[in-house]
């Protein structure tokens, strides 16, 4: 049989693994401020630039406005300048067309040819070039009159301050985003904390073995984690309701099994006299009549074999019955080695056309048992193994210990257990088709089995099975003294 295993305990995932909706919340509220702290420090770098660039523009036409003086070198095609110090600021480059002459005023680094490519670049309106030696110029050319002039300023009236702008802005902004993410971090692992606390009780609840016992779920979300003020809190107080549900519905299981069970163990009680009368009276009959007629005889017969039969059932009932109230188990040091040979020399007796080994370890084997009831598990398993194979199958019984457990297998070749009932064949009333047992000789009641798994756990024990056709093992350990 195979037992379904427990699902693996999934391991609680890191608050800010991967996929966690921590991890999303964090991320998604950090990439918002990201993209509005870059968006704003962006639009504020470019008004900045704008406003500096204007300022450049207005000394440049201050500049051009100023009236002309001639202190420069004038030479057909450019001179040098050697005028007065620039009253606009250092780097000023100021050229003045009179006369066919130029008369230039060049700042140091700025040389005749290179002053000289300014003229056919530049415009009306102020524009950004590059001079030779010099770097960006703001250069602009104005014409009134018969005089024409150019005037540049350098570019680092605005490239500078733009420089600290943008330094500046770049560290605000990460800044911002840094704060964003450790606060938005510290905000949801607080706020998502009760959930967590939360996965875990459900955790417990699903470790819970509510199969079995007065279906109590001990286990509810802490109170404060429950407070439907807040949407986790919601969960948590829904959750507290569903347990208690499902605690009401498994007590009321509990309770109706509970009148069942006890219902079946007093029919059992009350049926046990009558049955003895049946036999007894069919006794009587036998022996008090000499010559009975053949079809009565025959009907005396089936009445002696079926009220047999039900003393069985009934029997298995009522064991089954004690075994679920209160397992009256006399545990002790017991020597199994003598179980098991009783238990297959009864076997070998009921029914020879079957081939019964024996494979014993040359230790005793002690185990913590009640020897009664484990030779009646023992029988249980052989009494199939004879009943559902056909004659001649070989049955192999098996005792080892392993583990701290002693082990006992009953292995036949037989056609095998049917693979339909094989998940079930453990619990009561579960047997295969009833008729192949009926030509076998035996009685079916589907009760052998569960009586087999009933004692072993009482004893803290385990029973397995493993069947295919050719092969069947039916296998239970209880621990060793
Ligand atoms: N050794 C076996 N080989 C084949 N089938 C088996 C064997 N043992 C048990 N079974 C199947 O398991 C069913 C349940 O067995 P059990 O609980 O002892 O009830 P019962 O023997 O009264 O039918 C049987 O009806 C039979 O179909
Ligand atoms: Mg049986």
Redesign the pocket.
Known sequence: MTVPALPAAAGAPSPMGKGTLSRQLVLRTTALVALVTVGLSLFTALAIFQILQNQLDEQLQAAASRPPWRTGTGTGSGGTGGGPADPSGAGLIRMDLINGTWWLNLPDGVTKDAAADLVSVAGARPSTVTVEGAGLYRVMLTASGDSTRLVGLPYSGVTGPMTNVVVMAALLTSGAILISFVAARRVVEQSLRPLTRLAATATQVSNLPLESGEGHVPIRVAPGDANPASEVGRVGLAFNHMLDNVEHALAARHHSETKVRQFVADASHELRNPLASIRGYAELTRRGSEELPEDAAHALGRIEAESERMSVLVQDLLLLARLDSEPTLDIRPTDLTEIVLNAVSDARAASPEHSWTLDLPEEPVTALADAHGLHQVVA??L???R???PAGTRVQTSLRSEDGWAVIS?T?N?????SE?QGS??ERF????VSR?RKAG?????????I?SAVVHAHGGQVALD?EPGR?T?SFRVPLA
Not at 414 to 418: A, D, F, I, S
Not at 430 to 433: F, K, L, Q, S, V
Not at 442 to 450: E, H, N, P
């Open positions: 249980n398993l009494a199939n193994a009943t559902h194979t009953v036949d037989g056609p095998g257990v049917p009932i064949v453990f579960t047997r295969a088709d047992v035996g009685s079916s009641t589907g009760l052998g089995l569960a087999v069947s069947t039916f």
